[in-house]
C-alpha cells in the first residue's frame, strides 16, 4: 500500500525559512508527478508546486514563485519544498502529491505556520 509521508513543518517568523521532505513507503513506482498543496483555514486546496519526472520540469504557483523551490531525489522516492521568505499568507496545512496513471496520493500533511 503507498503511503506517502511529509515532515518539516512548523513554527517560523515571517521572512524566515523551512524545508518540507516527503517520502514514499510501500511501493518502488516512480511517480509521473510528485508535487505539494496546502490548504488554508477555510478556504480549498491549492496548488503550490510539483516537479515532471519524464522531463524533470518544475510548475510553481505565482504566490511561490521565486520564494519556494521543489527538488526530488528519484533514487530515494522523495519529493522536497524549500520554502524562503516565508509570509503569514502562507500559512497552511501543506500536502504531499503523488500521480501515477491514473492513481493520485496524498500525504496526511504538515503544519506550516508563519508568525511573529
Known amino acids: 500500500q503507498v503511503r506517502l509521508v511529509e515532515s518539516g513543518g512548523g513554527l517560523v517568523q515571517p521572512g524566515g525559512s523551512l524545508r518540507l521532505s516527503c517520502a514514499a513507503f510501500?511501493?518502488?513506482?516512480?511517480?509521473?508527478?510528485m508535487g505539494w498543496y496546502r490548504q488554508a483555514p477555510g478556504k480549498e486546496r491549492e496548488f503550490v508546486a510539483r516537479?515532471?519526472?519524464?522531463?524533470?520540469?518544475?510548475n510553481y504557483a505565482d504566490s511561490v514563485k521565486g520564494r519556494f523551490t521543489i527538488s526530488r531525489d528519484n533514487a530515494k522516492n522523495m519529493v522536497y519544498l524549500q520554502m524562503n521568505s516565508l509570509k503569514p499568507e502562507d500559512t497552511a496545512v501543506y500536502y504531499c502529491?503523488?500521480?501515477?496513471?491514473?492513481?493520485?496520493?496524498w500525504g496526511q500533511g504538515t503544519q506550516v505556520t508563519v508568525s511573529s
Open positions: 502529491n503523488a500521480d501515477w496513471r491514473t492513481s493520485a496520493y
Open positions: 510501500g511501493t518502488e513506482i516512480r511517480f509521473n508527478a
Open positions: 516537479t515532471i519526472l519524464r522531463d524533470g520540469s518544475r
